[in-house]
């Protein structure tokens, strides 16, 4: 299911496709600004001016996002047909993002997780050696439209399918050492290349196709576009590379390493007669001069010079902050560990002192080379005021950096989600009274720990939305309990449905095949004044008490066909049993019966002639 729709440089992405929910995110990435229009983008190229000629390396950093406003996505879904006029937008809640910076030709894809939030903030950073390379980056970065960087993201989020018409079944590992004998992990592919690729997968049986029918072969096209998305999802990373005779790099795919034993089965595939809950991804790209394009970009203010003394090699210098300078109101702490050697320093930032710090430690010379040491390692764990799911706090894992500068992501660890619960707009509230709706939320490697919050949806329930911040929400797995209670008079059966669940919650009120019955009287009411239907269907060949049953009411003010529409589990089972009252007008029906008994297997019947 490709639901993904691009207007005025924003993806909308239907939540599923009975509702008129839809997510949005930036379809590109943009440089961030400052207040006076200049891009956040700096080539410093480090020198000893006792030695000129010397340049020891460079550093090249940029801060990007995906920026995109309710205002800006209202004003896309306007304008675009594909779009209802009364949808509503919610940003898109990733599960995962990073972003790769390549300067094709200096240095391999270098890629970084990202902010979760709807800005999508990113810290990028590369760092040069080669005097050659820096020497031609400067020259090409004076012409930004000649300047072979590039930005790639990878959004990662849960789409919502209805129930499949078929579903893909392998042993992932088997599909991954395929992957790795046809491309390895070096070469740029394209999406051309995965799609051939899905398409061996299907033919050669390594991905099989499940289906109800006898012939799987009918699905053979669309299983294809659904393995190419599985393939994207789980396995490949954008970059832009150079192409032979191409003038400018080209974006395309590198087989990335993963754990195949982590990946989540059923986010992979749609499931046969459930609702399923599927991994999709985004990727929005962009080449140096579509970044800075609009801001008022000056080579002679981004890239720059600085000298260095003898005493810069006498310590690791490097300087902590936040990304984000304002903490989120339900941080409490943010505790960052800096590490150089046997070196271990730590520093805070809290509401009030957000300002940088820094670390400094005397430098460690290499024993063979004799030259500075440049990597620290670090990582840093934010501690929240209100947790949710028993963790109060959460950490970065293991980072590394050679150069002069941490900027710590804090909305990389943690994401808000903003649940939608909502009766589809046919939900038929005659046959249900009620439906209790549980979210549950589990984390992948602490199962048995499970959170969830219950709401009562009923006909005059307005949408509920119900925001949850998440530390590690690629860890989270989210799950919906669907507690359908019947109507008064409803022949249908109280259902309690568990289901994988993105986050979007809808409620269908089909949810068995239905045994309809049109039943019309079509009587003289000169004779007749009134006539009651007691409609019973057991529903269930191994239980005698699995009964539904509706009472109808036909009178000359009231005479229209109605309809009988029973929850039919076993499409084999038929069988109707009417009981029908006539009650006369007075003096009239002496001769006629004032209750029958009778049995139908067809799809309409008119009580008239049964009197």
Not at 97 to 104: G, K, M, Q
Not at 261 to 285: A, F, H, M, N, W
Not at 415 to 432: G, K, P, T
């Amino acid at each position: 299911m490709n639901s993904q729709i691009v207007v005025q440089n924003i993806c909308f992405i239907r939540a599923d496709p009975d509702s008129a929910l839809y997510f949005y995110c930036a379809a590109a990435p943009c440089i961030k600004v400052t207040h006076d229009n200049q891009p956040a983008v700096q080539l410093q190229i480090f020198r000893n001016s006792r030695e000129p000629a010397t340049v020891y390396y460079a550093t090249l950093s940029l801060q990007t996002l995906l920026s995109s406003s309710p205002e800006a996505a209202r004003a896309a879904a306007d304008a675009s047909p594909d779009i209802p006029r009364d949808a509503i937008l919610l940003p898109l809640q990733a599960i995962s993002c990073s972003a790769t910076l390549d300067i094709p030709g200096f240095i391999s894809g270098q890629t970084s997780k990202t902010a979760l939030n709807d800005q999508q903030n990113c810290y990028l950073l590369a760092r040069l050696s080669e005097q050659a390379d820096i020497a031609l980056l400067a020259k090409l970065m004076e012409t930004p439209e000649a300047t072979p960087v590039a930005v790639s993201y990878k959004i990662d989020y849960l789409q919502q399918l209805p129930p499949a018409s078929f579903e893909l079944e392998a042993s992932w590992d088997k599909v991954y050492e395929f992957l790795q004998e046809s491309f390895g992990f070096s070469l740029l592919v394209f999406s051309v290349d995965i799609e051939k690729t899905s398409s061996r997968l299907i033919s050669e049986k390594v991905v099989t196709i499940k289906v109800r029918e006898t012939d799987p072969d009918g699905h053979i096209a669309q299983a294809g576009a659904e393995l190419t998305q599985i393939l994207l999802s789980e396995f490949f990373t954008p970059v832009f590379a150079d192409v032979p005779a191409q003038t400018q790099p080209r974006a395309g795919f590198y087989l990335q390493r993963v754990s195949v034993k982590d990946i989540e089965q059923r986010r992979l595939s749609g499931k046969l007669s459930e609702t399923t809950v599927v991994q999709r991804s985004l990727y929005p790209q962009a080449l140096f001069g579509e970044l800075v394009k609009g801001t008022d970009y000056q080579p002679g203010r981004v890239i720059s010079q600085s000298d260095l003394q003898d005493d810069f090699f006498a310590s690791r210098k490097v300087q902590i902050s936040l990304l984000t300078p304002e903490l989120d109101s339900n941080v409490q702490l943010v505790m960052a560990r800096l590490r150089y050697g046997e070196n271990i320093q730590q520093f805070t930032f809290r509401n009030g002192d957000v300002q940088p710090k820094h670390f400094k430690a005397p430098s460690i010379l290499d024993p063979k080379t004799g030259k500075m040491l440049w990597p620290v390692g670090y990582d840093f764990t934010v501690y929240f005021n209100q947790p949710f799911g028993g963790v109060n706090s959460v950490s970065s894992g293991e980072l590394y950096t050679e150069l002069d500068d941490i900027y710590l992501d804090l909305d990389s660890v943690y994401a808000r989600y903003d649940f939608l619960i909502a009766a589809a707009s046919q939900f038929d509230w005659n046959w249900y009274q009620s439906v209790l709706v549980t979210l549950r939320c589990r984390h992948m490697l602490l199962p048995a720990s499970v959170v969830s919050k219950s709401f009562q949806i009923t006909a005059g329930s307005p949408p509920v939305h119900y925001p949850v911040t998440l530390p590690n929400p690629d860890l989270y797995l989210f799950e919906v309990i669907k507690d359908y209670s019947s109507a008064v008079n409803s022949p249908h059966i109280p259902a309690k449905m568990n289901e994988p669940t993105s986050q979007t919650v809808s409620l269908f009120s089909s949810l068995y095949h239905q045994r309809v019955l049109m039943l019309s009287a079509t009587l003289d009411w000169q004779e007749v004044g009134e006539v009651i239907v007691s409609a019973s269907y057991a529903w269930s060949a191994t239980d005698s008490n699995a009964t539904l049953q509706q009472v109808f009411k036909f009178t000359e003010s009231d005479a229209a066909a109605q309809c009988f529409s029973a929850d039919q589990p076993d499409p084999a089972r038929l069988s109707v049993d009417l009981d029908i009252w006539f009650i006369y007008q007075p003096g009239q029906g002496k001769d006629k019966p004032e209750h029958i008994q009778t049995t139908t297997v067809q799809d309409s019947i008119d009580i008239a002639n049964l009197n």
